[in-house]
């Protein structure tokens, strides 16, 4: 008896746990793939099976989600999961966004219809933690992509391939963020900021170097690249989060700079890219992922979208429709295109 056998002939709560190790991490799933006997395991089998697996969904659940890291494979690209938020305390989006650990660009794109300063008292907010990891081959280090004004951190943890991720505030028109590929030379705690002689000449009543604290930009850790002038850093400013605000530099919430600095070195790789569209897989379901980026507002996002699904041999299981309405949408949320 195979796992969907053994679904349509389920009660309800059995239904309801497959649901739910339906979602489990992608390392799991990759590893009962090659597991002898997988599909083949009795109506007892498969029940021990469920009761195994939703104990493993549990803990890697406690260990992945709280911790911000998530394992990923080949064929399991997209990470987290969608949420929603009711607002019984009358917050702004910028405040739900901070709490949840994404950006003012993300949860504004994902409630379009909402006040991004008075959403309203009750109200469902959607709280998009999914995203589709960036076209980028990098076993261990940074990537950046400018598009979703988001970092992810790739590395390896006990033999799986784990990705923790952050939204950041990236150059402003002008001050474009650096396309290319970098590494970090210097990591500094509680920098002080030397006023670039460019900032100075828009802000003349700046000190040549702020010291470190709460009036420093800079916040309390910056990773300086190998591009001299730029650097990933905290901020002071957190409502700057999710939005193209900076002189090029990376700017991370204050709480998630230390969470990064703990876990990179002199030398890490720093990639940054720009890509509003990516598509991923997970669950054998085929995802799309649409940003709106007004460097890329002349290209064909259709057409650039049906390019990637070619090249990942994807195009045949898509519902043309429904990567229609997502390339015209550019909600900035994963959706499924699969038929």
């Not at 969904?57 to 690209?77: H, P």
């Amino acid at each position: 008896m195979t796992i969907r056998d053994f679904y349509k002939r389920s009660s309800y709560h059995e239904k309801l746990l497959i649901s739910v190790i339906y979602k489990i991490p992608s390392c799991v799933k990759c590893a009962l793939r090659s597991a002898p006997g997988g599909r083949g395991l009795g109506g007892g089998g498969v029940k021990l099976l469920l009761v195994t697996l939703f104990l493993i969904f549990l803990i890697s659940a406690s260990s992945s989600v709280y911790a911000g890291a998530f394992s990923f494979c080949e064929d399991n690209t997209v990470i987290g999961f969608a949420r929603t938020y009711k607002n019984i305390d009358d917050r702004s989006l910028i405040e739900i966004a901070r709490e949840f650990g994404i950006g003012y660009n993300e949860i504004v794109d994902a409630n379009p219809d909402l006040c991004s300063f008075v959403p309203g008292k009750g109200v469902s907010v959607k709280i998009p933690t999914l995203w589709i990891l960036p076209d980028v081959y990098l076993a261990e280090g940074i990537v950046i992509n400018l598009s979703e004004k988001r970092l992810y951190l790739f590395f390896e943890q006990g033999g799986v391939w784990m990705v923790r991720t952050f939204p950041v505030a990236v150059g402003r028109k002008g001050w474009e963020t650096p396309l290319g590929d970098f590494r970090i030379i210097e990591i500094l705690v509680g920098p002080p900021w030397h006023v670039p002689k460019s900032i100075r000449k828009i802000r003349p009543w700046l000190p040549a170097v702020v010291p470190p604290g709460p009036d420093n930009p800079l916040s309390s850790h910056a990773l300086r690249l190998c591009l001299w002038v730029y650097s990933i850093h905290g901020t002071n400013r957190p409502w700057s989060i999710g939005r193209s605000v900076t002189a090029g530099c990376v700017r991370l919430y204050p709480e998630d700079i230390p969470v990064l600095f703990r876990q990179v070195s002199i030398d890490t790789s720093v990639i940054i890219v720009r890509q509003p569209i990516k598509v991923g897989t997970r669950n054998e379901r085929v995802y799309i992922e649409v940003h709106r980026d007004p460097w890329k507002k002349d290209i064909d996002f259709f057409s650039k979208a049906v390019e990637l699904l070619k090249e990942r041999n994807l195009l045949e299981n898509i519902d043309t429709k429904k990567l229609y309405n997502a390339v015209k949408r550019k909600s900035g949320v994963p959706v499924v295109i699969s038929k």
